[in-house]
């Protein structure tokens, strides 16, 4: 059981180069979410996903897409990357309901925008 | 709107000393669910602790106890006797518990804890 994994863990980009990230998760979780934690800031919500084929916005959705096409994989997508996307990007899942339950993290992807 | 306040940023401490985290939260709902995480120098994120706003127990597990004070709006983490491996950043979270349209998991901006041996 490999619970949440991400794919790559390390990548450096140029201005307006696009990527992918891959978020996996083998627990059968409805919810996938992906963060992004700069410094002094904590953890932020980017987008979110309630079940296959649904998405929303978090806090700081501007300059991402996501796609939710299987159940176990959540995409993070940056089409026209800026260095203010310079950051660790963290996916994770929760099995439940609602907000209350417990997410599981993935162990970052270190994105850096030259 | 909800808030978590970590006014730590950083606490140093010797190997054995017991150490306090600090966590005040900011909510208006009467149900919500507090969360601790730790993020040891590898970078994932390890869950920690889940309690509800109904639940005041102190809850201890091996060197970590968490204190849930409601009239303070607090959730503080102690580590008894810390250990190196104990040197992390921890990050407090709050929840409202809500639906999907509603409440997010907010997090504080994290205390980082150094334990010298």
């Known amino acids: 059981n490999a619970g949440v994994t991400q794919t790559p863990k390390f990548r450096v980009l140029k201005t307006g180069q696009s990527m992918t990230l891959l978020c996996a998760q083998d627990?059968?979780?409805?919810?996938m979410y992906w963060y992004r934690q700069d410094p002094g800031m904590g953890l932020r919500l980017i987008h979110y996903?309630?079940?296959?084929?649904?998405?929303a916005k978090g806090e700081v959705p501007d300059g991402y897409n996501v796609s939710r096409l299987k159940k176990q994989n959540f995409l993070l997508g940056l089409e026209s990357a800026a260095p203010s996307q310079t950051s660790v990007y963290f996916c994770?899942?929760?099995?439940?309901?609602?907000?209350?339950?417990?997410?599981?993290f993935g162990p970052g992807t270190r994105l850096t925008v030259l | 709107a909800q808030k978590v306040t970590q006014a730590q940023t950083e606490i140093s401490v010797v190997e054995k000393e017991d150490v306090t985290l600090d966590c005040v939260y900011e909510t208006r709902d009467t149900t919500y669910y507090l969360f601790w995480y730790k993020q040891p120098p590898s970078g994932e994120l390890v869950f920690l602790i889940r309690?509800?706003?109904?639940?005041?127990q102190n809850e201890i597990s091996g060197r970590y106890s968490w204190n849930f004070q409601k009239s303070t709006s607090s959730f503080n983490f102690t580590i008894t006797a810390s250990q190196v491996v104990d040197s992390a950043v921890y990050f407090c979270?709050?929840?409202?518990?809500?639906?999907?349209?509603?409440?997010?998991?907010?997090f504080g901006t994290g205390t980082r804890l150094q334990v010298f041996p």
């Open positions: 979270a709050l929840s409202g518990g809500g639906n999907y349209n509603t409440d997010k998991l907010i």
């Open positions: 309690r509800n706003s109904f639940d005041e």
């Open positions: 996903s309630v079940g296959e084929g649904t998405t």
């Open positions: 627990m059968n979780h409805e919810y």
């Open positions: 994770a899942s929760s099995p439940g309901t609602s907000w209350a339950d417990t997410q599981y």
